[in-house]
């Protein structure tokens, strides 16, 4: 038998005995409160607060049938044995799983559960107890102050979670803007050169025909090259205003020795290291490159408190892998703009990106990107 058949079964037979030992636990909690031998209270003790703890924990399943069932048994022990310490019992128990309602269910299903919870307690309390109107309003105030903090906390979380979902739609959205620009001054360049080639090649094309097929070659290249980019890319851009954008060329890995200057003069030494034949790459994989690269040593030079790092340029048979390490402070994995912008770049180019800190100390920016050799 495969290990995942064995796992379901393992899990299936865990839930009937957790929800076994569940149905029985009213019954439990009945006979320990009514049996006043202290031989059977030293054995039914134990199982009923075991059974207590395995009831809670199924909250996560089921909430509205184990706090059901809470609400049972201790109803149940309230009147085998009226007193103070039980009714404490039956309120805190039972305001535990009403609050953890509150703060995992919607309100419709938690505001009914807390205001029954409450009115059962109070009812119970004052069935089989002598209560005055301070205790009632007691156990009526724990039960609001419970569902209250429960929906709070529910509130905060959902609103957490938006918070994170609108940051990081603006923090991609913000990247695709720039990514699109980076494009368009591509395909501006590359167009560029098109039309010169072609105006080149119309007027020698009848007195020197080697320098028109020249022409003509420089035309297919650059329309390969640009036509491969667009079909990466494009479906995943939406349009933005090209006007301002920068003129000049887009940088490269053939800029890196720039960049690790700049780093230098900031107080970061970068040792460039390149593995393989270095080679031409498409436009798109090497602007995404030398961005993955400045971006990483920007947040070295920013967070991590060091005074060197590595960058490592694999040239691997159809891919290229850039590697980002230093020795600093480490920090954590962030949804911030950079490292979201890094992972967006590689995903548009169908690659694989992975950010963290180092088990000896320090942070890697790592990335695998397909790059097959420009035309």
């Known amino acids: 038998m495969s290990a995942l058949p064995v796992r379901r079964v393992s899990r299936g037979a865990g839930t009937v005995l957790a929800w076994s030992g569940a149905a029985v636990y009213p019954v439990v909690v009945f006979l320990t409160f009514s049996h006043g031998r202290s031989a059977f209270q030293q054995l039914e003790i134990p199982v009923a607060a075991g059974l207590t703890v ?6 996560r399943r089921r909430a509205l049938a184990a706090h059901a069932i809470l609400l049972l048994a201790w109803v149940f022990a309230m009147v085998s044995l009226p007193s103070g310490a039980v009714a404490g019992l039956l309120v805190l128990i039972t305001d535990v799983s009403s609050g953890y ?13 807390g205001a029954a919870t409450g009115v059962l307690q109070a009812a119970a309390v004052t069935a089989f107890l002598n209560a005055d109107e301070i205790l009632l309003m ?29 940051a990081t739609a603006q923090a991609v959205a913000a990247e695709r803007l720039r990514i699109a620009r980076e494009l368009h001054d591509m395909v501006a360049h590359s167009i560029g050169i098109i039309a010169i080639q072609a105006g080149v090649g119309g007027r020698v094309i009848d007195t020197q025909p080697a320098e028109a097929r020249n022409a003509l070659d420089a035309i297919e290249a650059t329309s390969r090259d640009t036509l491969s980019g667009l079909r990466r890319m494009l479906t995943a851009l939406r349009r933005d205003d090209p006007g301002a954008a920068p003129l000049g060329p887009a ?7 720039r960049l690790a200057e700049a780093a230098g003069d900031a107080g970061v030494a970068v040792d460039v ?16 490159a030398y961005r993955i690269v400045q971006e990483a040593v920007t947040n070295v030079v920013r967070h991590a408190d060091t005074d060197r790092c590595r960058v490592t340029i694999g040239y691997g048979d159809g891919e290229l892998a850039v590697e980002i390490e230093d020795d600093g402070a480490g920090g954590v994995v962030g949804t911030g703009y950079g490292l979201v912008g890094m992972r967006e770049r590689v995903a548009l180019l169908r690659g694989e990106f992975a950010a963290g800190p180092r088990p000896g100390g320090g942070f890697r920016v790592a990335a695998r990107i397909p790059a097959p050799a420009a035309a």
């Open 273 to 288: 290291r390149t593995s393989g034949e270095p080679r031409a790459l498409p436009p798109d994989v090497d602007l995404s």
């Open 251 to 257: 940088p490269g890995l053939d800029d890196l020795a």
């Open 54 to 59: 395995l009831v809670l924990s199924l909250l």
């Open 138 to 166: 007691t156990i009526l105030l724990a039960a609001a102050v419970t569902y209250m903090t429960g929906n709070s906390l529910r509130t905060r979380r959902a609103h957490a979670e938006v918070m994170r979902e609108q």
């Open 101 to 113: 309602i509150a703060a995992t269910r919607p309100r419709k299903v938690s505001v009914p559960v």
